[in-house]
């Protein structure tokens, strides 16, 4: 059989589980997934033990945008779930954003291998299996890796997002937040972390100490510590995460010349020890999205769907205020037209409030083989509605590539419970070749835009050059004229001049920022 030869579904109508020999139980459950519109097609119901195909799973297209989770133990399937999900996304011109942590996502791009184990699924689900492969674009952060480099500068990423990647405490986060207030007052732009390092140092110098004193609430100590932690941040090689040209999340909503979603793979395994780093950026792609993007209500189909994989990282010891950035972040997201699925082995990984917003569940199985995982597990049951299932049974003795599955139906009601096993996806299950991957990076239109680094004047070079100057100023010792202050020669100074040339009516104005401290480009 041949890379694009189709395997046939199962057409027999009066074969064992076809729809008239549906169990009561199972036709009710099926009939909460017989929807009149546009949607995807998840699997086939199972109940009692058998896989029922006629009894198919699915969720309406326009519902995508109301977020969802796919949750699961490791080597669940949730990988093959995501890729399932995606490749539907696209077919039906929806752009798609995957995180790729583990390096097996960059097979969506290419037809998948035909074998027995996935003739056996497509026959079991009803599946015209296809080999086909989806419009893709291959992204890295900062460069590390295969991909377009994503890089956002550091005034625009915010001090909330900042102190997170750099595991500050609460008092260290709201100092960095004062001094971001400062360079955003004084017009010092943020492009890369040695602004920000040479900002703080000047604001901790005996030139900067009243400067210090100014900014409010800020302590020579915490500066220390911020600083230290910027030195040390950028000796561990992450600094290419921070600069320009800076990423435009806009292109994530591009749809290729045949009317397919692109999907935007971002690849994850050079950074994957840094995980902190990674889910703190993805969330900064999705503030970044939330500042630009139009309020448009419900509309048929989303206008891109976000996975955000590992999300209990995000999670993992953040502050009241940083969760309550997200839970509004993501509620308001979804009158913009975004849909964002979570994706994490349990549903207590992510918050209530978060939780309560997903309504859209594709639950794996999960273990239980300890006393954490038992109560993990019972919790989890607690998370779905009632059903016609023992859950507590049933999550443990899915196999992988099934999952108990509850959407939103086309009236927003929540549908039955279903234990569907899923459908293969279409694509390859792994990883392209590393020479495909480096030729579809490199002849991609983007990688002229964002390739090369630039480093322009920033508040860096600023602060070297007013140093540079001040040998050369000549003291005006007039004792009838009130000596200036620190912040009146900052503000006289040639760089203040020159920055207010630049930008122009900028200078002293601050930045305006969103919910997590993010700032909007200037583009």
């Known amino acids: ?193 040695k602004d920000l390092r040479a900002v703080v140092a000047f604001l901790t110098s005996d030139e900067g100490r009243a400067e210090l004193k100014a900014v409010g609430g800020l302590s020579s100590a915490t500066a220390g510590v911020i600083l230290r932690s910027l030195t040390a941040f950028e000796a561990q090689g992450m600094g290419s995460f921070f600069g320009e040209p800076e990423f435009d999340t806009a292109e994530f909503l591009r749809t290729a010349e045949d009317g397919r979603g692109l999907v935007s793979v971002l690849e994850l395994p050079a950074v994957q020890d840094r995980p902190q780093l990674f889910s703190t950026f993805l969330m900064w792609l999705l503030a970044d999205l939330f500042h630009d993007l139009p309020e448009v209500g419900d509309i048929d189909k989303p206008k891109l769907v976000f996975f955000f994989d590992e999300a209990h990282l995000l999670f993992n010891d953040a502050s009241k205020a940083f969760l309550d950035s997200i839970t509004r972040t993501v509620r308001l997201i979804r009158s913009k037209g975004v849909g964002v699925f979570f994706v994490t082995q349990t549903p207590k990984d992510v918050p209530g409030d978060v939780l309560a917003q997903l309504g859209n569940r594709v639950q794996h199985a999960l273990r239980a083989f300890t006393p954490d995982d038992q109560k993990a597990l019972k919790a989890t049951v607690r998370t779905f509605p009632d059903s016609a299932y023992d859950l507590e049974e049933l999550l443990t003795e899915l196999g992988t590539g099934e999952a108990v599955v509850t959407v939103l139906s086309e009236k927003g009601a929540p549908t039955p419970v279903a234990a569907t096993r899923l459908r293969a996806p279409e694509s390859l299950m ?63 100074s040639g760089v203040f001049k020159s920055l207010a040339r630049s930008i122009g009516t900028q200078i002293g104005r601050e930045i305006t920022r969103s919910i997590f401290g993010t700032a909007r480009r200037r583009r």
């Open 1 to 193: 059989m041949s890379d694009s030869e189709t395997v046939p579904a199962a057409a027999n109508p009066d074969a064992p589980g076809s729809a008239h020999a549906l169990p009561q139980e199972a036709l009710k459950i099926a009939a909460g997934y017989q929807f009149t519109g546009p949607a995807l097609d998840l699997g086939a119901l199972l109940w009692d033990g058998r896989c029922l195909p006629d009894a198919q799973v699915r969720i309406p297209l326009p519902m995508l945008n109301r977020h969802g989770l796919v949750a699961g133990a490791t080597g669940t399937g949730k990988t093959k779930t995501l890729q399932l999900i995606a490749e539907q996304l696209s077919a039906q011109g929806v752009p798609v954003f995957l995180a790729d942590i583990k390096g097996d996502v960059s097979g969506i791009s290419a037809p998948g291998r035909p074998n027995d184990k996935i003739r056996s699924r497509a026959a079991e689900v009803h599946q015209r299996w296809t080999a086909n492969g989806f419009p893709a674009q291959f992204y890295a952060l900062g460069g590390i890796g295969h991909g377009i480099p994503l890089r956002a500068t550091v005034t625009s990423f915010g001090p909330v997002l900042l102190a997170k990647v750099l595991q500050l405490n609460q008092t260290q986060e709201q100092s960095l937040g004062l001094i971001f207030h400062y360079a955003d007052t004084k017009g010092l732009e943020l492009i890369d972390l």
């Open 430 to 492: 792994g990883p392209i070749e590393p020479a495909a991957l480096d030729r579809a990076v490199t002849s991609s239109p983007l990688f002229g835009r964002y390739a090369q680094a630039v480093d322009r004047e920033s508040a860096y070079e600023k602060l070297e050059q007013r140093a540079a100057e001040r040998p050369a100023a000549k003291p005006a010792p007039a004792p009838e004229r009130p000596r200036e202050s620190v912040v009146e020669q900052v503000v006289g």
